[in-house]
């Protein structure tokens, strides 16, 4: 099932979440009290029992009338793919894997007759094998559109829809988005289809009651109750995660299912759990219907997703940056790179800028990217930025988002063990550097014209280790500045020093680009 992130899961055949719904605790109804009850003289009470305002009225006693309305727009979405030999299934948990060796004993004739088999399916020469996989979608328009995750379907050769009455349709694909993990598939179908609407997961509150819908484990119209547990989680799956957090229970197979309200409206659609055993423990995650409206609506008339850019990589200002900066409070998003001729370069944004505000709203790092996705390529935005201490108003072209590159090759060298000659050590932060020439250039697979000063060493639990930072690294500013020679890094530590920071920031390249790195001042200097 699963893409496995830390211990996040998201598969084919899987969601999960896992909450038993316990019935209603009993409540007890308030005596009243009696006249002179308190001792006399005894202080009164400080406050009053709370009572919660229409208490029971939301509670539900039964999920009966509403369940029935909206199993018929959910269903099962059943894949086909052929793997042939030497074809990675980096799915492996989504449905039929290939079959794992058993422990037989050392040299048993069992042994050796699986060995062989498996030898066999995995020879240039074996024959194509068929993989299966289960999810779930639901239907948004009676012509045959229906929903679900792009994971269940994004590598299928064949799709089956399978409705509540058991009638089995072939599905194509109209659109796949791999950000959002969304999908959009079309049916043919004679008569028109039960749909369901689009609620407004903005309206969510934690706590409100939520049902899931799904084919757990190919248990078709599974039906279960919980919670929103939390609102806008990220994990570490994109750069436009804000997922609504439940407990209503969901397992492998509720892939793509809805999230209803008790409107009957979908507000999200659930694609991710939590789970270090692989089973639901009663953590999972849904797309929020309000982010994924519009990537659908993309993807069933263009049948792929444009996105807002501004061309800038970004990094949330932490406390540490916020000192370093001088900024009096940690928010915002932090200018770690622009993109040459992008639309940031076009509107003179500069490394080092702070991004406090869009349109008037303020944000952090996490969310600048999904929120300029969601602008029109060309139209206009303004930019609430902090610049050296200076508040400024840039307005700035929104871009369309460049189709991703295939990700290079990784050709570079295994760091240097050994400090290069004529290194200089950071006291105080466990790493030493050198001059960048053509030798480390080429050593460490540089662009001709990069500049900077070379990490030529980390020491093993040094701030610097702890901060990520490796042999082949190259510090391009230090403190917003400019930094060419390991004379001008030392000159820039002993400005900071001066000015009594407690953290300087780092302007750190490597292969994976640029971002901002905060360290402790310490009081002695490099040498």
């Known amino acids: 099932m699963s893409f496995r992130a830390a211990a996040f899961s998201r598969s084919c055949l899987a969601m999960g979440l896992v909450t038993a719904l316990g019935g209603h605790a009993a409540r007890a109804a308030d005596p009243a009290p009696a006249p002179n009850a308190a001792p006399a003289g005894a202080p009164p009470a400080a406050t009053a029992p709370l009572r919660l305002p229409g208490e029971g ?38 449905g039929d894997s290939t079959p794992q060796v058993p422990n037989f004993p050392e040299g048993s004739p069992f042994e050796k007759f699986f060995h062989d088999f498996m030898n066999r399916q995995d020879s240039p020469n074996a024959p194509p094998r068929k993989m299966q996989a289960l999810g779930s979608g639901f239907i948004i328009d009676p012509s045959g559109v229906i929903v679900t995750n792009n994971h269940v379907v994004r590598h299928a050769d064949q799709i089956t829809i399978t409705l509540q009455d058991n009638t089995v349709l072939k599905a194509r694909l109209l ?31 934690v706590g409100d009651w939520v049902l899931a819908i ?51 409206e979908v507000i999200g659609i659930n694609t991710a759990i939590f789970s270090p055993s692989g089973g639901s423990i009663g953590i999972g995650f849904s797309i929020p219907s309000a982010e994924a409206q519009g990537i659908i609506e993309q993807l069933r008339r263009h049948g792929r997703v444009t996105r807002g850019w501004i061309g800038v990589r970004i990094q949330d200002v932490t ?10 409070s940690a928010h915002g998003a932090l200018i770690a790179g622009v993109e040459p001729k992008g639309p940031a370069a076009m509107a003179h944004l500069q490394t080092g800028d702070v991004i406090q505000s869009l349109n008037g709203k303020e944000i952090d790092g996490r969310a600048l990217p999904r929120l300029v996705a969601e602008l029109a390529g060309g139209s206009v935005a303004h930019l609430g930025i902090w ?4 508040e400024m108003n840039v307005a700035i072209t929104i871009g369309a988002l460049p189709e991703e590159k295939a990700d290079k090759a990784d050709g570079a060298s295994q760091p240097a063990k050994k400090p290069a000659q004529g290194s200089m050590a950071i006291t105080g932060m466990g790493f030493t550097v050198g ?9 460490y697979n540089m662009a001709e014209g990069q500049k900077g000063v070379l990490v030529t060493g980390v020491t093993d639990d040094s701030p610097a280790a702890e901060r990520g930072l490796r042999p082949g690294d190259v510090v391009t500013e230090v403190q917003q500045s400019a930094v ?18 407690k953290t300087v920031l780092f302007l750190v390249q490597n292969s994976d680009g640029l971002r901002w790195v905060p360290f402790p001042l310490p009081d002695g200097a490099g040498h």
Do not use: C, W
Request: charge should be negative.
């Open 175 to 205: 659109g796949h988005d791999d950000r959002t993990d969304l999908a959009v598939l079309k049916v043919d179908s004679p008569r028109p289809l039960p749909a369901v609407p689009f609620g407004d997961s903005d309206h969510a509150r």
């Open 57 to 94: 009225r939301n509670m539900p006693d039964s999920f009966a009338d509403l369940a029935a309305k909206l199993l018929p727009a959910v269903v099962n979405v059943s894949t086909t793919e052929m793997v042939r030999p030497g074809e990675d299934d980096d799915d492996g948990d989504d």
């Open 319 to 328: 406390q540490e940056i916020a000192d370093g900066l001088g900024l009096k």
């Open 484 to 501: 060419n020679t390991p004379a001008d890094l030392r000159r820039q530590l002993d400005t900071a020093r001066s000015q009594h920071r």
């Open 387 to 390: 610049r050296k201490g200076q």
């Open 214 to 264: 799904g084919n757990p484990f190919g248990l078709s119209g599974t039906v279960t109750a919980g919670i929103v547990s939390s609102r806008g989680r990220n994990i570490e799956q994109g750069p436009y995660d804000d997922f609504i957090q439940t407990d209503a229970p969901i397992n492998k197979g509720n892939s793509g299912g809805p999230l209803f309200n008790l409107n009957g």
């Open 435 to 443: 001059d960048l020439d053509d030798i480390a250039r080429q050593k």
